[in-house]
């Protein structure tokens, strides 16, 4: 069975960091793409952060760069999403996903495999 797991999630006030993991079971993903998607109440998914099957190249959505970073370990087969200087406009439920695509592609309908999510909220 294949399964993502999100950790990481939790409380933080403005301007704090936050480190987000993904491990994934069941299968490896080495030669799969990953990302990171978050979704606000009332609020369609969108696109955070991906990742290159290597790491070798990262996307990240306008609002996100300078602040969040996206890396990999496939000999653990896990991704990260660093997060700094948080504002409340970041407050969601992030999930990670993996896509069979091996560039690091940005829309949600490329990714083959989902997280269940975990909550990030920012007070203010």
């Known amino acids: 069975q294949v399964q993502l797991v999100e950790s990481g999630g939790g409380l933080v006030q403005a301007g704090g960091s936050l480190r987000l993991s993904c491990a994934a079971s069941?299968?490896?993903?080495?030669?799969?793409?990953r990302g990171w998607f978050r979704q606000a109440p009332g609020k369609e998914r969108e696109f955070v952060a991906s990742?290159?099957?290597?790491?070798?190249?990262?996307a990240y959505a306008d609002s996100v760069k300078g602040r969040f970073t996206i890396s990999r370990d496939n000999a653990k087969n896990t991704v990260y999403l660093q997060m700094n200087a948080l504002k409340p406009d970041d407050t969601a439920v992030y999930y990670c996903?993996?896509?069979?695509?091996?560039?690091?592609?940005?829309?949600?309908?490329?990714?083959?495999?989902w997280g269940q999510g975990t909550q990030v909220t920012v007070s203010s």
């Open positions: 996903a993996a896509s069979i695509n091996s560039a690091a592609v940005t829309r949600t309908t490329l990714y083959n495999y």
């Open positions: 990742i290159s099957w290597n790491g070798g190249v990262t």
């Open positions: 069941g299968r490896t993903f080495r030669t799969y793409a």
